[in-house]
Structures are given as C-alpha cells and as structure tokens.
C-alpha cells in the first residue's frame, strides 16, 4: 500500500491510496487524526469505468472508515473534516 495526504484545509483533507499488489487485494483503515481527534463526515471519489466517469458522495460520519482495494487500485479521496470533536485517545479502531 501507498499512501499521500496531497493537501490539508481546515474542512476537508484529500488522501490518495494506491494498492500496490498485482495480485493481493488490501483493506485499509483511515482514522481522523493521529489521535481520532478529528471526524470525517463525508467522503467524495470518483469511479471509472470505459469511458465513463461518475462522482460518488458517501457520508461517514465516524472517526475512521474502513476501504477494500482490489490488486492494482487507486483511489483518491476528497474527505470532509471537523476538526478536535473528540477527545485524543490511543484506542485503536479495530
């Protein structure tokens, strides 16, 4: 797996992930914060298929989420944030 935070604003934060087996599929976990301080709210990507392209919204919600990336996927995610709504913890989300 591959990961890039390609830019940090105070409501949003985009991440891209690549997953960089040809053959293995990867499931992966993004957590707000070092710390789960913060909360996503909703995630925004894009699917591509042919040729076509369709933007996709779900809401999250949480202060984590979980992904499934086949062999040889990348995603980028344009997250909505809030920032410091929880209390800074070492709890892990698994």
């Not at 040809?22 to 499931?27: G, Q």
């Amino acid at each position: 797996m591959a990961a890039l935070v390609e830019k940090i604003e105070a409501e949003r934060t985009v991440l891209r992930l690549i997953n960089l087996s040809a053959i293995e599929e990867r499931d992966v976990i993004v957590q707000a914060g070092a710390f789960a301080e913060h909360q996503f709210t909703t995630g925004a990507y894009q699917t591509k298929r042919a040729d076509q392209i369709e933007d996709k919204i779900v809401a999250v919600n949480d202060k984590c989420f979980y992904l499934h990336l086949m062999s040889g996927t990348e995603i980028t995610l344009d997250i909505g944030t809030r920032c410091f709504v929880h209390d800074p913890t070492y709890d892990l989300p698994w």
